[in-house]
């Protein structure tokens, strides 16, 4: 069923609904829940999802400057082709979501719980899994500039696909993630640092 944007509204229960081409900034769903649900070619800058539950819905091609989503759950949904400067996922939870192709300049994921998740030919700006609790997270071709870990707690993370362009923050946080040979070269310097290791 097509949808308009004054569906959205705190608190609303959305059911099999498509929001297609529509502009969506400034709308505010906080604590709405989103079942079967798609958005397709839509402007959501400022889209306020506080505390809202995306079950089984799909994102394609969506593009905002800003979305913010702190506490919210994502649950069994993929997000294809989005262009987002920022989603904030703050203390939220993602659990089975797959993130293919796009560009998101800033993923906060700071203290959320974060399972089964694959991000596939991303382009991250920052990624923020500090203080996150992070099981069977899969990067596969993304590049990945900024990789925050502070804090964080990770459980067969895979990070072999990832580009580390620049920084990992929190580098003692990759306990329990893997990593290629070469990007172990690349981060050897900060793990002698972390571990106060002098080389010479």
């Known amino acids: ?20 081409d529509l502009d969506l900034a400034g709308r505010d769903a906080s604590g709405a829940r989103f079942l079967e649900c798609a958005l397709v070619d839509c402007r959501a800058d400022g889209l306020r999802l506080d505390h809202a539950r995306l079950l089984d819905t799909t994102w394609t091609a969506v593009q905002a400057g800003d979305v913010r989503a702190p506490s919210s759950t994502w649950r069994d949904s993929t997000l294809t082709d989005v262009r987002l400067g920022a989603l904030s996922v703050s203390g939220g939870e993602w659990l089975r979501v ?6 998101v300049d800033y993923l906060d994921l700071r203290g959320a719980t974060v399972e089964e998740v694959r991000l596939e030919r991303v382009m991250l700006g920052d990624l923020d899994l500090s ?11 993304c590049d990945v500039r900024r990789l925050d870990v502070e804090n964080a707690h990770l459980t067969d993370v895979d990070l072999r696909g990832a580009r580390l362009r620049e920084a990992v923050d929190g580098v003692g946080g990759l306990a329990g993630a893997t990593v290629s040979p070469d990007q172990l070269v690349d981060l050897a310097p900060l793990l002698a640092a972390h571990l106060r290791i002098r080389v010479g």
């Open 98 to 103: 797959h993130v293919v192709g796009g560009k």
């Open 1 to 20: 069923m097509d949808a308009t944007a004054d569906d959205l509204v705190p608190d609303a229960d959305l059911d099999a609904l498509t929001f297609t």
């Open 131 to 141: 203080g996150a609790r992070v099981k069977r997270l899969t990067v596969v071709d």
